[in-house]
């Protein structure tokens, strides 16, 4: 059975930067595109970023330019490295396989900023 494990969120400031983690385990992970996602209080889950098994990568709006997405097969994992963070990035962030997710979700790892 799959398991995705995020890490890496914590509170920072307006303009600060946190690199997440997810580890992938159980899966084939290298042949499969990933994509961070995240949910704010309130709102809806909301695709954050992706990267496919040859690394191409694709951006939301809100995050685009700020924020990197990254992948080390060998580790099975996906990096989500956010530069210039804003009050609006604060939300539970989450991983999965795109475009096809996993069944199972993780559990999320929180990013915090504050104003």
Do not use: H
């Not at 992706?50 to 990197?68: D, E, L, P, Q």
């Not at 990254?70 to 795109?98: F, G, H, I, W």
């Not at 996993?102 to 929180?110: F, P």
């Amino acid at each position: 059975q799959v398991q995705l494990v995020e890490s890496g969120g914590g509170l920072g400031q307006r303009g600060g930067s946190r690199r997440l983690a997810c580890v992938v385990s159980g899966g084939t992970y290298s042949g499969n595109a990933m994509g961070w996602y995240r949910q704010a209080p309130g709102k809806w889950r909301e695709w954050v970023a992706s990267i496919t098994s040859g690394s191409s990568t694709n951006y939301a709006n809100a995050v685009k330019g700020r924020f990197t997405i990254s992948r080390d097969n060998a580790k099975n994992t996906v990096y989500l490295q956010m530069n210039n963070l804003k009050p609006e990035d604060t939300a539970v962030y989450y991983c999965n396989r795109m475009p096809n997710g996993y069944a199972n979700w993780g559990q999320g790892t929180q990013v915090t900023v504050s104003a």
